[in-house]
Antibody, heavy 122, light 108 residues
Framework: QLQLQESGPGLVKPSETLSLTCTVS??????????WGWIRQPPGKGLEWIGT???????YYNPSLKSRVTISVDTSKNQFSLKLSSVTAADTAVYFC??????????????WGQGKLVTVSS | EFVLTQSPVTLSLSPGERATLSCRAS???????LAWYQQKPGQAPRLLIY???SRASGIPDRFSGSGSGTDFTLTISRLEPEDFAVYYC?????????FGQGTKVEIK
């Protein structure tokens, strides 16, 4: 059974960089048809896709966040990471990592981490 | 900009009733790339439907999806107490992923 777990600081100061890591267990991050994504949810609001990465390093970002986002992968550790720079209070959210299963018939986020609340405050 | 608009924002129904949730896209969506998720408070989203109408593993058959083009629907045939939650549609296209803003199904 695949499991994903977010880790990182729960409090970040304004203008600084938010950094989170997602550790994948129960399967390899380097599997074809598997992409790895970050999604966030501000308190009381809906889901917002941040970006997605393939194990080869190919990345895809939400245009509204692209200038501030970097997603990377470390296949040796079975992890992928998110960096969001110049954060403001508007970036306060629960951050989820998830697996995107891609293919001719299967296209969905099926495995999710439990979520990590990150608060931006001084 | 690709937008998914879900309606209604809130649906107030009683257990046993039928729920019909709408998801309208600003551009045509490939049926293969439209999914629905359920989210309960304090939990991660759970995949319900993928490819517009295929149920994910373990999802009861009271959940069904339909639609094409720009209009998609999630139907819950008879609401069970555990079905009261927020539902999101989501699409993939042109290397972009988009979620709708959600529909909350609440107990009337």
């Amino acid at each position: 059974q695949l499991q994903l777990q977010e880790s990182g600081p729960g409090l970040v100061k304004p203008s600084e960089t938010l950094s989170l890591t997602c550790t994948v267990s129960g399967g390899s991050i380097s599997t074809s048809n598997n992409y790895w994504g970050w999604i966030r949810q501000p308190p009381g609001k809906g889901l917002e896709w941040i970006g997605t990465i393939f194990y080869s390093g190919s990345t895809y970002y939400n245009p509204s966040l692209k200038s501030r986002v970097t997603i990377s992968v470390d296949t040796s550790k079975n992890q992928f990471s998110l960096k969001l720079s110049s954060v403001t209070a508007a970036d306060t959210a629960v951050y989820f990592c998830a697996r995107w299963r891609g293919g001719e018939l299967a296209n969905y986020f099926d495995y999710w981490g439990q979520g990590k609340l990150v608060t931006v405050s001084s | 900009e690709f937008v998914l608009t879900q309606s209604p924002v809130t649906l107030s129904l009683s257990p046993g009733e039928r729920a019909t949730l709408s998801c309208r896209a600003s551009q045509t969506v490939s049926s293969s790339y439209l999914a629905w998720y359920q989210q309960k408070p304090g939990q991660a989203p759970r995949l319900l439907i993928y490819g517009t109408s295929s149920r994910a593993s373990g999802i009861p058959d009271r959940f069904s999806g339909s639609g094409s083009g720009t209009d998609f629907t999630l139907t819950i045939s008879r609401l069970e107490p555990e079905d009261f939650a927020v539902y999101y549609c989501q699409q993939y296209g042109n290397s972009l992923w988009t979620f709708g803003q959600g529909t909350k199904v609440e107990i009337k």
